[in-house]
């Protein structure tokens, strides 16, 4: 299954052809590196280092999208908005992929469906901006772009982009990686541990309520064992990484062509989206990825029209192949069931069949009186549930869901059942970009989903 892919040579940037089109348009969102030799070489460095995923593997996670495209299976896409360096430890990752795997067993064990697992882990580095610079006490200075970039302390030395930053995005990535292979290979993931993921986190009602969950499943596999299933199957399981495609300094080496088919793949993750702020047509960004054999995911906000869906299939599918384009809907909550059904309608009438996803969280955010970014729950099940409404009205699947969790206790989204309120975001609020959901959020909206797809 495995292809190991040939590196390849950067382009002369002035060799303007296929994988480097890009260059000749307007790219948004990406960093001023004040030495350009500095990031050349940075780039270069980075073009002789291993991939991180294979072609054979991208090409699997595709078949397994188109599977979801046509409502045979869901996809559950979760993580960090930003992934930090710091936070790459052995105990934040493992319990992000705990996390990750406890609400695919309550997503798969409601909907009796197969359960993509994906995490916005591995490379999630790099952060769009509403604005190039930060002002605060009356001194300005460049927005923090993701820890690839540039520090969050807010000083002049932390806030330069620091291309060296790149080659340790790669490496804290494979690290990243590496543990969760081996998390998911070795045995720590294998069904028959249903009851262990839960331990080490603090009690709360979702808890409980996984538990019972994990005892019933339990009892299924042992009667199964019991019965001579053979269970070696269960020992493995998949998990794809992604993160935003955004910053090209690190996306194009990290791109190279695939020694069996001749096509290019991006070996930093198995699957890229594309954000909302970066997504125009004749952008930089749509060129780049559309030339990718990954699968390619786009987000789509509340102003989205039907004919850019459109624009955006012929782009981005131009042969209409299953698996290829995901579409991840962020309408907020007040606008879901208005904004989205008319995007499906019109994707009926094309032949391209794109995956389907929701993404609570990013039209749902707003800022406290007290400076918090933060969302409320209730804004985030609201959404999911327009997402089933409008695709139950349409008649299309609705095949997944894309969060921003973590496994740790933070307090960063409002509500839940242990009612985090405004006064105790302060308590411990650690993302150094948009609110996560913490571990019993999570799992709590992991059962509301299951709810819904099993009432399909
Ligand atoms: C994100 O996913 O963190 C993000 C920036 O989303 P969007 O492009 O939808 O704003
Ligand atoms: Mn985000």
Redesign the pocket.
């Known amino acids: 299954m495995v292809h190991l892919s040939e590196p390849i040579v950067i382009a002369d940037p002035d060799v303007v052809s296929g994988l480097d089109y890009w260059r000749t348009l307007p790219v948004k969102q990406q960093p001023q590196w004040p030495d350009p030799d500095a990031v050349g070489a940075a780039s270069a460095e980075i073009a002789t280092l291993p991939p991180l995923v294979f072609a054979g593997e991208v090409d699997v996670l595709r078949s397994r999208i188109a599977q979801a495209a046509r409502g045979e299976a869901f996809l559950l896409q979760g993580g960090d ?2 992934e930090t360096f710091a936070g790459a430890t052995a105990d934040q990752i493992r319990d992000r992929v705990k996390t990750i795997l406890q609400m695919a067993v309550v997503l798969t064990y409601g909907a009796s469906m197969p359960v993509i697992k994906m995490g ?1 882990m591995a490379g999630q580095f790099a ?2 901006r509403s604005s190039d610079t930060e002002t605060r006490g009356g001194v300005t200075l460049p927005a923090y772009r993701g820890d690839i970039v540039n520090g969050y302390d807010f000083t002049p030395e932390s806030r330069r982009a620091d291309p060296n930053r790149l080659v340790q995005g790669y490496h804290t990535a494979a690290s990243t990686l590496n543990l969760i292979r081996a998390f998911t290979q070795g045995g720590f993931a294998d069904l028959r541990q249903v009851h262990s993921w839960n331990k080490g986190f603090a009690e709360n009602p979702a808890n409980r309520r996984y538990e019972g969950l994990a005892g019933e499943i339990d009892r299924a596999v042992k009667f199964m064992e019991a019965a001579g299933a053979d269970f070696d199957e269960l020992r493995r399981v998949e998990f794809y990484s992604s993160h ?1 495609g955004l910053l090209m300094d690190y996306e194009r080496p990290m791109t190279r062509i695939d020694s069996r088919t001749g096509t290019p793949y991006n070996t930093s993750a198995h699957f890229l ?1 594309i ?3 970066t997504r125009e047509l004749d952008g930089a960004h749509i060129d780049f990825f559309s030339r990718l054999r990954n699968p390619i995911g786009v ?1 789509l ?1 509340p102003s989205a029209t039907a004919e850019t869906m459109k624009q955006l299939v012929d782009k981005l599918d131009p042969n209409r192949e299953p698996g290829r384009l995901t579409f ?1 809907t ?1 309408m907020g909550a007040g606008q879901i069931r208005d904004a989205l059904p008319p995007l499906l309608e019109a994707s009926k009438e094309l032949e391209s069949t794109p995956l389907w996803i929701t ?1 609570p ?2 039209g749902n955010g707003f800022t406290t009186p007290t400076g918090y970014k933060t969302r409320r729950f209730d804004d985030v099940v609201d959404e999911v549930k327009g997402f089933f409404e409008a695709h139950r009205a349409v008649g299309t699947h609705p095949g997944g869901i ?1 969060v ?1 969790l973590t496994g740790d206790d933070v307090t960063e989204c409002l509500g839940g059942s242990e009612q985090i309120d405004e006064a105790t975001l302060a308590t411990r609020y650690e993302s150094l ?2 609110p996560r959901l913490n571990h019993m959020q999570s799992l709590e909206l992991a059962f509301l989903v299951a709810e819904e797809l099993s009432a399909r």
Do not use: S
Request: proline share 5%; net charge neutral.
């Open positions: 908005c930003a916005r952060k769009p935003e989206w954000g909302e702020r987000k906000g991840i962020r993404d969280m990013h894309h921003e970009c948009d």
